[in-house]
């Protein structure tokens, strides 16, 4: 009996201190602070992962007068590290804004200049990338050889952004995906030396409303053999946000566009926007960009939304928060409040480094304080009767 007993009491040890072979579900169980631009909060849960994204650039555009020089200095999170060296002209704030007052205007008509914002950053196999973009109301489509607003060109014309190693020179770089292009058939995700062209459709672009640009890319182990993955989403706000896939390509090869092809294998390099036609994009192209977020690196697509639906899926306006810390059960972040409202309903979700986000988001509304509320002081100067 007694060794019985024994056995019972090694098989509950044993069960009780193994860790389960179940993983956790990712989930936001509690949101304090103020849901407001500029404002920490931190989210409480569960299965967020043990470390967040590395931040580069988040940069609302923000403190500038429309017309003047962007300054390198410009994000909030991180700085620039140059313009376009191929152009003398530097991008100028705009007053068409996504949120505040200000974005920029990456294109000059009247000199046919693309003006690009570059970031350099340590060499990775991993990226996520989202800003927002608008055609000012009554400007043209880049490359819109019949000067005719709402309508697409046939010809190769815009490269939102270029996702790069260190460029050759003469505007060709190596190791590039340009996400999205428009090269005339349609928006692809693709590049100079890439053997393949990732196609999407155009149900997520708008002529009129600003639109929502993000991806994640990350290499195999091996970079030139193994398969990556790709994931972009675009989002037609207040419309519709449509996403794909793809994950049955290396990310890099061997391909050489010159002689200073390196076999390391990295990205080093983002331009935004990566280029657009000069021969047809006159006065009246000028794009703008707004909130644009870049992270780099391992858990790079780790990372803080609120959208305008109780599902992510659903949601049709989105913003990112900015991660000032980032453990499994915590992360605090700074709320970037885009385009959305005071008073306007929304709901938080975490990301983890794989993608995985809580089924259901937290409810907050926008300029209002949540979590953490501080019982009323007691009453002074009553008696019982």
Known sequence: ???????IFFLLVTFCVL????????????????IADGQNITISGAAFGSSGPSTEIFDDFEGGVAGDIVPLTSPKVGTWTGYNSLVPNQPK?????????????SFDGNTHYTLSMIKT??????????????????????????????????NSAWKMTWFMDTPIGG?????????????????AISGNDQPATFWLDNDWWSFSNWVRVSYWMKAGVNQIVDNGNIWFQGLNEGVIQKTYTKNDIPLFNTISRGTSKDTDYH?????????????YSGPNV???????????????????????????AASTNLTISTVNSWSDAAVNA???????????????????????????????????????VIAPSAPAGLSVL
């Open 334 to 372: 700074t709320i970037r409040q885009g385009s959305f409202t005071d008073g306007q309903s929304a709901y938080v979700y975490v990301f983890d480094k794989d993608g995985n986000v809580n089924a259901s988001g937290f409810p907050v509304t926008f300029g209002s304080a949540v979590g953490d």
């Open 121 to 154: 950053f340590d060499p990775a196999t991993e990226g996520f990338v989202s800003f927002w973009v608008k055609l000012p109301a009554g400007t043209y489509f880049p490359g819109n050889t019949g000067d005719t607003a709402g309508s697409y060109p046939t």
């Open 286 to 312: 000028r794009p703008v960009y707004d909130d644009i977020y870049v992270a780099t690196g391992a858990n790079a697509q780790a990372r803080v939304e609120i959208g305008n639906a109780a599902t992510y």
């Open 93 to 105: 704030y705009d007053s068409t804004a996504h949120s505040g007052a200000g974005s920029f205007r």
């Open 1 to 7: 009996m007694k060794i019985k007993l024994i056995k």
């Open 19 to 34: 860790p389960s072979s179940a993983s956790a579900t990712l989930e936001v169980n509690n949101v304090s602070g103020t």
């Open 171 to 187: 505007g060709v770089a190596n190791d590039d995906w340009t996400v999205p292009t428009w090269i005339g058939s349609g928006p």
């Open 267 to 279: 990205w080093r390099q983002l331009n935004i926007p990566g280029w657009m036609d000069t021969s």
